[in-house]
């Protein structure tokens, strides 16, 4: 292969740098989740952040199943909720929020 000169070698380095760098960016200021991040059901914020999440196998009609729920606490409100798959947000009792979320918050 002929010598590069200087002007193609900064384009490769303006690809291999710039390329990655314009990608970043992208995604921390129009990022996917940006808009569809899961937001509190009691006072709508984005500071809503999983605790937690549980994978299990239960027993439907005498036949195994996966199952998984996760359990969420709102930063802004202080709100704690469970979220089965699928399913919609309801509130954990104080016993079932201390055996599986005491330590991780």
Do not use: N
């Not at 992208?26 to 991040?37: A, I, K, L, N, Y």
């Not at 239960?58 to 606490?73: C, H, M, N, Q, T």
């Amino acid at each position: 292969m002929a010598d590069s000169s200087p002007a193609q070698i900064a384009l490769i380095l303006a690809f291999a740098v710039g390329i990655p760098a314009i990608y970043f960016l992208q995604r921390r200021v129009f990022g996917p989740d940006r808009d569809t991040r899961a937001r509190c059901p009691a006072c709508g914020s984005h500071r809503f952040k999983r605790v937690t999440w549980i994978r299990a196998t239960v027993i439907i009609d005498g036949e195994r199943a996966p199952d998984s729920w996760g359990y969420f606490l709102c930063q802004s409100c202080g709100g704690r909720f469970k979220q089965r798959l699928g399913a919609g947000f309801e509130i954990p009792s104080e016993e079932e929020w201390a055996q599986h979320c005491s330590g991780r918050v």
